[in-house]
């Protein structure tokens, strides 16, 4: 086990936390796992990405030049690390924010609409657990069961969010699954 | 305890607290503002306290007080704010007080970068400030290591009354790894000190001081820290060897962050065909140089990397002697390299 995985978005999209998540579920995997923002200067309405490393080893660079995966919330994000993306790689993309198709065609590609299947679980700021859906559909990290149950644990503070996360990160995983 | 996934920064924050220490004193500044912001809310709950100074020149003036009052305490700073303090350092380091700096270092020189760098070698292990003295500098790889040897900073502050430095950088220190806090001292518990200015009831006055103007005791107190340190030298180094076996190609000297990069390119380079190995000295003060030379000799080819023009291989260069090539890989101003880079560079060295 050793995956490398980009996530990026606009700054206020919620893709450090969706690493965070990513980041606890390789831990509660057994895994050795790092989280790491780019936190250079950076700007307002820049991007804004993590690299999360999962390893049955422990990790040594935290970063990564060719991930595994990439989680691209905005079209910047997916202009920015498309081509670094390793064969046979997996890509999900925000289709609410991105008007083109990706150009490879040697990773396998999920389109969601996060945008618009948050707003119709509830809130339209769940866009990025649409997105982790997706990606844990479109990988078979694990399953379903146990990022809900992270996600739980996560919010414990927030309990009246937690429906309509485990909501939009179930329609992301049942799209990637093709169900 | 389960693992808990936490930022360098924080992780060193609750190690100190787990390490009995009770004060902080500090001033802002990016890539370790998670320290002090996780000091200023932890350290009210479990009865410590938590002070903004108004300068890092007056944070390192309040530790030489709580130190010299027998408190555990400690400071977290960046590269500029530490330059700020270098005088307290020195005084610090003269009237023997165990005070922890923790140092996540920037680029260079003068307000430089917020990204990882290894700039402040020099400055943290061949003294800093003015005057004959020497700091302990121990560099962590990942958080937990972080943590760890904060834990151990307090431990050795007491132990040789001195300052000791924990260097990382803004990699170390804004990254999320699992950690596990070992141990965890009750201030309570702490052996007193009895040479602290406590409050002269019954005995004779404790005298916290660094101004000696008679030269014989002052060459007296310097001979005396000398043999401090020559103790320090004995009983403290710490290194890591990865991967050292008989007969290797390429032998990577590195700390901290590089570290564990040239670990994912020693993997890589065994893929290739090439036996890497990594010396990854853990004290910088001490420096590990007996170590290092013996590990040396079952390399072809020594290749330093630092993010920094070339510091540490001085030190590398120096227990080496002038006859063994050591070859240099930096990067610099906050670029950090990829483990394909050293890759490459290990390669090269080879043709």
């Known amino acids: 086990m050793y995956k490398e995985i980009i996530l990026a978005g606009f700054g206020g999209q919620g893709v450090l936390l969706i690493g965070k998540l990513l980041a606890k579920l390789g831990l509660e995997m057994g895994n050795e796992v790092t989280w790491m923002p780019a936190y250079g200067p950076e700007m307002r309405g820049g991007t804004c990405n993590c690299t999360v490393v999962i390893s049955d080893k422990p990790v040594g660079s935290p970063m990564s030049k060719h991930p595994h995966g990439l989680i691209a919330l905005n079209l910047p994000s997916l202009d920015k690390f498309e081509d670094f993306v390793r064969k046979d790689g997996v890509i999900v993309i925000n289709t609410s924010l991105i008007n083109r198709k990706v150009k490879r065609n040697d990773v396998k590609v999920v389109e969601v609409p996060a945008n618009e299947i948050a707003i119709e679980c509830g809130s339209a700021k769940a866009g990025n657990m649409v997105a982790l859906g997706a990606f844990i559909g479109a990988t078979g990290l694990s399953d379903l069961e146990m990022v809900k149950e992270i996600l739980s644990k996560s919010l414990a503070s927030k309990p009246q969010l937690i429906e309509v996360n485990h909501k939009a990160l179930t329609r992301g995983y049942e799209l990637a699954k093709g169900v | ?351």
Request: hydrophobic share 40%; aromatic share 8%.
């Open chain 2, 1 to 351: 305890m389960a693992k808990k996934l936490m930022k360098g920064c924080e992780a060193i924050g609750e190690a100190a607290i787990k390490a009995g220490c009770r004060l902080f004193f500090g001033y802002p500044i990016t890539p370790q503002n998670e320290i002090p912001e996780y000091m200023s809310a932890r350290l009210p709950q479990v009865g410590g306290v938590y002070v903004q100074a108004e300068s890092e020149v007056s944070a390192s003036n309040m530790l030489y007080g709580a130190a010299g009052a027998g408190c555990r305490c400690f400071t977290s700073s960046s590269s500029p704010g530490i330059s700020l303090m270098q005088e307290g350092i020195s005084y610090i380091a003269g009237a023997e007080l165990p005070v922890v700096f923790i140092n996540i270092m920037r680029g260079g020189p003068g307000l430089g970068g917020i990204l990882p760098s290894q700039s402040d070698y020099f400055q943290a292990t061949k003294g800093g400030g003015h005057g004959d003295y020497r700091c302990l500098v121990l560099a962590p790889s990942t958080v937990q290591e972080a943590a760890d040897l904060v834990q151990l900073a307090f431990d050795l502050a007491d132990k040789y009354r001195n300052p000791v430095y924990v260097l990382g950088d803004g990699l170390i220190g804004q990254m999320m790894e699992p950690v596990e806090f070992k141990r965890t001292v009750n201030p309570e518990d702490l052996p007193e000190k009895t040479w602290a200015s406590t409050g002269a009831k019954g005995r004779k006055p404790n005298i916290i001081n660094s101004l000696y103007l008679d030269p014989e005791d002052l060459e007296k107190h310097n001979w005396k820290l000398k043999k401090k340190y020559e103790e320090m030298e004995k009983n403290e180094k710490r290194w890591e060897e990865f991967n050292i076996e008989e007969n290797l190609d390429v032998l990577f000297v590195a700390y901290g962050t590089v570290a564990r990069i040239a670990k994912t390119a020693i993997e890589d380079l065994r893929s290739k065909g090439v036996t890497a190995g990594l010396f990854r000295p853990i004290t910088l003060y001490p420096f590990p140089g007996e170590a290092l030379y013996s590990v040396a000799q079952k390399s072809k080819k020594v290749l330093v990397s630092e993010l920094s023009t070339g510091q540490m291989i001085e030190d590398v260069r120096y227990h080496l002697g002038k006859d063994r090539e050591v070859a240099f890989y930096g990067r610099v101003g906050g670029m950090v390299m990829t483990p394909e880079e050293l890759v490459d560079e290990a390669l090269k060295l080879l043709k």
